[in-house]
């Protein structure tokens, strides 16, 4: 049995007994029959198998999804009857389109062959674009004599809500219908108990021979060497509307894609295949992004997490911001746009909390699910004064930082206020309804906050992350004050954060540990578990220098460090399990936020070991992906990591991950007020040789730089530059 199967059927009978106590569990139950791939455009997204066929094999999350809904369960290609062959699949480069390759088995009428295998070339080539669904089937007979066959389009839909599809049961549903609307159009209705009206449209060009509610077919007599096409388009609730033409729409698309990607800091390095993981990872984050009112922003991820997710969007930012400071923008806009601002139990919703999720499907509607707007996460107001701190500094941006102002102050008076329910100074959740998350950081599975003999925290819960959150966001928020004249305020801030620095070194250091608590629990006893959240506190730089230090050596230790990354929880520890989702496996954006941390205190060397076990974990994965997460078995020779089995990807902050690993490398830091830029300590891995970064931007002016590595250090080279802007080598120890 194969280690991946073995980790399918250990997951399994492990979680499904626990499934009860854990709220939204997302189920696994056996292994995709084929492989998925993934296309999304703003609010629509797609799961379709490697043959480009949607709820053809079992296993799958399959279908066209839009704003949380299903509006296509199944859309399978046959050819008389039979299903085609696999020649290959491939995702274009930028994720635009998928090209499937198919070719035909051999058919049989009456007992005999009357088309061999291998006659027909068929050419599957999908994008969505705009809320539809396009496919062009390109045919060709590679015979020498006529090929007689009919090809069926099988199709239909449920509606099901993206919950239903990740497991949640309904005791009633809305009422669905279909009808034809002439001799090459069908249309699927729904009509929610939300009441509200939801319809898939189906047109399909030439018109089919046979057109039925669910399968259209096509009669094809090819001569030799002769090609044909067809088009089909599936639309979300665009009842009416024509869709565009199949080549314009895939051009429109594309001319959109590099639209939107142009002023983007561009990377190349002396290493194919680490330029193959930077190429993947950047198509992965520019087809999360979404085009929202308030600007563009990063999805979390596909299938379950393609929504606007606070905590997701806001580290996504964060690593992208030396790239692209004008995600942050977008994703500080949108949050500060959808800030609470009232109390609502279901909804874990306080004035001034930044959002946690959003989802637009039926249940969220009729809040069978509390996520319409939901505010369950203790770390996302931190994180945005965080980035909008961080944000200011990179651009020096005031506009944007007078229009956020308002925001950041509520958020500051919830981290105050009640965001600390007893007054101690530090930053506690527990849900406010039991349909809300019972853990609300980011590791928020239900038994991702335990005790060292395995109980699991209660009462109110103070994360040793978040407190790190809140003294870096109130640091930054006091030079933020400084911009806008508030000195009082400044002054106020920075000391709050120093007396939360002390309190805190007090209350979670754990001197028999070597390490900081997890968390301390509702009776303020700590958490004494080796976890990687200490990690992140390097990160926000709250901690002492020589305590850093432990932690460093400590999750560079064999309990920690599996080889391909750090694990969540240290091996060991009376939860550790390698296979879970929160207390064993390997996350890389949270190895990356440790690396930022671990180069802040100047542990270069301990960030090139980080760097590199991802990097040739990623030499493994499909398309050279980075995934969600992995399992945290310890690396062995000969062969790769194992992975997750219901891990998303592509997932944003996993995809920004090489980003943000390589600038803690190069220890790139930005003066906008100066109009300098730094390399501290800057230590590139045995693996890269050179990087070549174009277009990296300082307010209005840009440079392109060439960093070389001669054994331990580098040199600079800068080979252009525009507008008043300086770089340097900034050498600490």
């Known amino acids: 049995m194969s280690p991946e199967v073995a980790t399918q059927i250990i997951t399994v009978s492990q979680t499904v007994e626990q499934a009860a106590e854990q709220s939204f569990y997302i189920p696994m139950t056996g292994p995709a029959a084929r492989p998925r791939r993934s296309l999304k455009h703003d609010d629509t997204f797609v799961v379709l198998d490697s043959h480009g066929d949607i709820g053809a094999s079992a296993g799958g999350p399959d279908g066209l999804f839009n704003a949380d809904t299903r509006y296509l369960a199944r859309l399978e290609l046959v050819l008389d009857e039979l299903q085609p062959l696999l020649l290959g699949s491939n995702l274009h480069d930028d994720n635009s389109a998928l090209m499937v390759d198919l070719t035909n088995p051999d058919i049989y009428r009456q007992g005999r062959i009357v088309l061999q295998k291998d006659m027909l070339h068929i050419v599957r080539t999908l994008f969505l674009w705009r809320g539809t669904a396009y496919q062009r089937i390109g045919l060709q007979n590679h015979g020498d004599r006529l090929a007689s066959f009919d090809l069926t389009l099988l199709f239909d839909n449920d509606f099901a809500d993206l919950f239903e599809v ?39 060009d030439p018109r089919p021979t046979r057109l039925a509610v669910n399968a259209a077919t096509w009669h094809f007599d090819l001569e030799p060497h002769q090609t044909s096409s067809l088009f089909v388009a599936v639309s979300c609730n665009k009842p009416g509307v024509k869709p565009a033409r199949f080549f314009s729409g895939l051009l429109a698309h594309r001319r959109e894609m590099r639209r939107s990607t142009a002023g983007a800091t561009s990377i190349e390095t002396s290493n194919d295949i680490f330029n193959e993981v930077l190429c993947q990872s950047m198509a992965d984050l520019n087809m999360l992004m979404t085009d929202t009112p308030q600007g563009r922003y990063p999805y979390a991820g596909i299938p379950w997490y393609s929504t606007t997710f606070g905590r997701d969007g806001i580290i996504t930012a964060l690593q992208m911001l030396w790239i692209d400071p004008r995600v942050a923008r977008g994703v500080l806009k949108r949050l500060a746009f959808h800030q609470a601002k009232a109390v609502d139990p279901l909804a874990d919703a306080e004035p001034g909390k930044i959002l946690h999720e959003m989802r637009g499907g039926e249940m969220a509607a009729l809040r069978e ?26 651009t020096s941006d005031a506009e944007t930082l007078v229009e956020l102002w308002p925001a950041i102050e509520a958020a500051l008076r919830w981290i105050d206020g009640a965001g600390d329910p007893d007054g101690d100074g530090f ?9 809300g998350l019972a853990n609300q950081g980011w590791k928020d599975s239900y038994d991702a906050i335990f005790h060292a003999n395995g109980c699991l925290a209660e009462g109110y819960i103070a994360l040793a992350e978040v407190q790190g959150y809140v003294f870096a966001g109130k640091k930054l928020a006091a030079r933020c004050a400084l911009r806008l004249g508030k000195r009082d305020l400044a002054h106020q801030l920075d000391t709050e954060a120093h007396r939360l620095a002390e309190r805190f070194e007090e209350a979670f250091w754990c001197e028999e540990l070597g390490t900081y608590a997890l968390a301390l629990d509702g009776a303020k006893q700590p958490c004494k578990v080796r976890t990687s959240n200490a990690g992140q506190l390097l990160f926000s730089g709250m901690v002492r220098e020589d305590r850093a230090r432990k932690v460093a050596a400590d999750l560079m ?35 990356a936020l440790i690396a930022f941390g671990l180069a802040r205190y100047g542990l270069k060397h301990s960030v090139e070991h980080v760097f590199k076990g991802l990097f040739d974990a990623a030499t493994y994965m499909d398309l050279r992906r980075l995934p969600e997460l992995f399992c ?23 995809s920004a991950t090489p980003f943000t690993l390589l600038e ?7 003066d906008a007020e100066r109009g300098e830029i730094r390399l501290r300590n800057p230590r590139l891995p045995a693996f890269l040789d050179e990087v070549i970064l174009r277009e990296l931007q300082l307010a209005d002016a840009s440079v392109d730089l060439r960093i070389r590595r001669h054994g331990d250090d580098v040199s600079l080279e800068v080979l252009r530059k525009r507008g008043q802007i300086q770089v340097s080598i900034v050498l600490t120890h």
């Open 166 to 204: 990740r497991g949640e049961k309904r005791l009633r549903r809305g009422t669905g219908s279909s009808r034809l609307l002439g001799p090459a159009d069908v249309m699927l209705e729904y009509k929610g108990l939300d009441d509200e009206a939801r319809s898939t449209a189906l047109h399909f």
């Open 557 to 591: 230790g064999p309990r920690f460090f599996s080889g391909w990354g750090i694990r969540t929880v240290a091996l060991g520890e009376i939860r550790y399990n390698p296979m879970s989702y929160h207390n064993g496996s390997i996350w890389p954006h949270d190895n």
């Open 632 to 654: 945290g078995f310890r690396r062995e020779k000969r062969r790769g990591p194992t992975l997750y089995p219901v891990a998303c990807a592509p997932q944003a902050w996993a």
């Open 369 to 394: 699910v509390p996520f319409a707007h939901y505010y369950g996460s203790v770390d996302a107001t931190p994180l945005f004064v965080l980035l909008a701190g961080l944000y200011v500094e990179r």
């Open 427 to 435: 930053v506690e959740y527990q849900r406010a309804s039991e349909q």
């Open 664 to 670: 803690a490398a190069l220890g790139l830091e930005f």
